[in-house]
């Protein structure tokens, strides 16, 4: 299965050798939106360098696969990239990409919202 996903490149881990033979290599990414997920992904043997000449900071576009597995009885899973992509025309540093939404307007107290309530208005059910 293949996906994708766009965000701001957070954070890039330097290579790991798992054996003579095998390699990984991890970055994150934060989602924009109300609620940000800083999301893992990981890079495997000679896609390692594929992260290199990105900033971190950088609007990304991710291409990558699930992948799962049992050992022992344990379950894991692993999104694979395979592909990352600058996205032309967005590019903002991460600071600006994690600052709150603006703030709703405050209201004074004793404000009147359009004549008010009559004086011997109840709200109670009962």
């Known amino acids: 299965m293949t996906f994708e996903i766009e965000g701001i490149l ?25 609620y940000p ?7 495997t043997q000679d896609k390692c ?18 992948r799962g597995r049992e050992w022992q ?3 894991f ?8 992509d600058k996205i032309a025309g967005n590019s903002q540093g991460f600071q600006a990409a994690s600052s709150a939404p603006p703030m709703p307007p405050i209201f004074e107290e004793n404000t009147d919202f359009g004549g008010g309530l009559p004086s011997d208005f109840d709200d109670l059910p009962f």
Do not use: C, M
């Not at 360098?49 to 699930?66: A, C, Q, R, T, W």
């Not at 899973?77 to 990352?84: E, H, P, R």
């Open 77 to 84: 899973t692993n999104l694979n990239a395979w592909k990352v």
């Open 49 to 66: 360098g594929i992260i290199d000449g990105y900033p971190e900071g950088e609007k990304i576009k991710v291409s990558f696969d699930l």
């Open 37 to 43: 997920q800083f999301v893992k992904f990981q890079l």
């Open 10 to 34: 957070h954070k890039i881990f330097e290579v790991e050798s798992k054996s003579a033979s095998f390699q990984t290599r991890e970055f994150v990414i934060t989602t924009e939106g109300t």
């Open 73 to 75: 009885g344990k379950y």
